[in-house]
């Protein structure tokens, strides 16, 4: 989502896909990311990556409350998962930008700033902090892996017992069904073994028929068989017809049809049956037995529904003269004929079997030959089968009975095996989704796990490139370098510092640097002089003293330079100090004999001028004769030249024999209030031809100060001086006093001058330096008075400086240890 950040609006937070956190207030931008984000007691690390697929999201200030919640979980969705510690990268303005981000979002409350990525990255690289990332991840995949195995089992549980549920229901259910099923067949035995008695009795009704009579006529017959209403009550039976046995001439026994109950529907009168070979049989089995006797399947005389031969069977009751007699001899002796039941199977079976289940499907099979069939039998979907015999006057036919799956269920018993499948799939879907949800938050933060340790690893690179530039550089600098942590522990060593040091950084790296680097003092070589480490360790940068010498490991001293900075974080905390020091012993030499030659220099030429000026003074004083007009302001010209000359020339001299440390320093107990006045009394000529007043305030003590008059005065003569030259003329006030300090003594001397401009300020105890407005002023000068102030004060441990305002005054204070001037050796003092 690009978005055009000038339609940002006023108190408008942007979050781009590069999670690039934008903010506009009062038309200024600001910009910055947050680079990294660590738990810090549950820890994780995690990074904004400018590849990820983040969306972007867009915060109105002006409307969001930190309780909107929607804002809150938009955004915290954006920033991905809790954090307890943040780190930020980016400007100050920044800041309550990311802290509101993160406080709606309530992703992190520890927010680490950092101003440049490389110390955010370090922060993040910080080796307990890679340790965690992984046990974080780890935790985090193990949760997971927990999670998805515990929705596995309730997955494989929940299947388990849908399964079981469901084979309870079903074993359950084809219990009820199979129960259905064996009162069906039960019941329709019973009514079949009712009807088959019902009609075998109706048959045996005939055969009493002709046992109540020796000769039943054939009207007696077909009156008989009409009153019963024989094919109404006895549905499936034909017709009922009587045949008598006829023996012929040879004694062979002949069954003739001789009355018809429905003549319609049967063979004629006459049919000898004896010839049908199933008829026969059947006939003499029952001859033999004397009972109701059915016959296996015959073809009936009538057509069935379907136009073919209609089949059928016969019951047949034999009648014999005298009811039925014991033995079969007696049987066969006395039969006369057979009363016989004709059976169509298609209305007998189906008259039968009408009490049926209509899902019943029932098949009639004789010897093999299906005879009967109700019911569809092929497109049920079959579930229970029962095979009986089914016996009738003693042939027995095969009573197939098939039902479908559930029978005799009802609905709402067929449905719960639905429901409780369904059911079971509904919840097996649910955990399958939550358990694919798992796998793929599983593999996010594998792949998160991935991509974070190579993060890491090229932020690792990076800071490792970046570690090995900064230290490249710094062993490529020309000036030893080495860096000290707050505990005064040497933590970098550059080339440099080893060649001048002697020390390689293995020897040192670690350890306090008083124990490695000596820093003396040229004027005092046994004594630590590193003062300059301790003022950078307290906050300030510090130069090394002049004369600062270094004693190397094998014992030659160096002369030394330079100075010790503070090291501050972003934070702006002190972490330590960053020492420089270059060999200047060199530098010291040429020093030493270019102030050497001045020294002889100026020493040679004293003799002369001081021979100039006597004989020009005397010529001027007309000593040895008149001058005219002309002669005399020339000689007062040489006159003053050579003063000139004598002074820079006695400064110069001067400032040699204090620089070659030649100078000796003498101090005694001193009044320095009388010391002060003879100065100014010397000075007076000068200051009144400028009309400037002095005001000398005593020091009330009276006390005598420890020092060296003659070194002392020349401070004093110099300080007066200046304060009266550098004010205008007529208007001039100088102020002079000495005063007890908790520094030490103080020369404090002021004046209502011309000041000293901003610029020169910092150059002004320079050697020859002279401010402009100075030259204007007083053309003459020599801009040495203030260096050999310095020099001497440094020198003796004392300590020059001034407060000025440009056109309004300066005052310059000298202090002087309380002890008083430090004593010095040396075979000059000051001309
Ligand atoms: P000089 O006075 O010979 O020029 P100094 O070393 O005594 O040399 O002084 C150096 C410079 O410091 C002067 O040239 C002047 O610019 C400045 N300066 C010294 N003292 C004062 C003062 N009291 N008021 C203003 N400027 C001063």
Known sequence: MAKDLSSLQDNQIYIDEQGIIRHVLHGRQTAGTIVAMREANKPLVAKFRSEGKRVAIFIDLSEVKSTDSATRSQAKEFLGTDFDAVAVVGNRYLRPIVSYVLRITGVGTKVHYFTKATKALQWLSDPKAGSRVQSGLIERLRRISVSGWVILIVLMLVGFSAYNSWQQAQDR???????????????????????????????????????????VEESEFTTYFSSLNTLNRYPGIETINYVRRVADAKGNDHYLVTYVGAPAKTVSKGTDRSLDPVWLATLQAARDSGQPTASHTIELATKDSRGDQAKGFVVTVPVYRHNVPGTVDQRREQLTGFVNGIFSYQNFFKAVFNSASSQNSLRVIDESRLVYGQGDQTSIDVSLTNMQPLTIAGHSWTLDSRVPVGFGLTATEQRQIRTTIASSIIVATLLLMLFWQQIRARDRTLKLADAMTEDLQNERDEAVATKSKDEAILSSIGDGVFVLDEASRIILFNRKAEQLSGYVSSEVLGKHYNEILKFGSRDDPKAQHDGFIGRALGGSQAEMAHGTILTRKDGVVLSVADSAS???????????????????TQQEQLDLAKDEFISIVSHQLRTPLTAMRLFSEMLVKKQVGPLNDKQYEYMQRIQLSTSRMIRLV???????????GRVRVVPEPTDINELIQSHIEELRPMADIKRVTINFTRDSRQAKVNLDPAIFGQVIHNLLANAIRYTVEGKGAVDVSFKEQASGHVLVVKDNGIGIPVDDQPHIFERFYRAENAIAVEGEGTGLGLYLVKLIIDATGGEARFETKPGKGTTFYVTIPEAGMKAKKGEKTLS
């Open 173 to 215: 259910l084809d219990n009820q069904a199979q129960t259905n099923f064996d009162k069906e067949l039960t019941s329709l035995h019973e009514s079949l073994k009712d009807r088959v008695q019902a009609y075998i009795d109706a048959l045996i009704g005939f055969r009493g028929l002709f046992d109540s009579s020796n000769a």
């Open 650 to 660: 006695g400064d110069i001299l001067n400032v040699s024999r204090v620089e070659l």
């Open 566 to 584: 503070p090291v501050f974080d972003a934070d702006g905390k002190q972490r330590g100090v960053i020492v420089v020091f270059r060999d200047v």
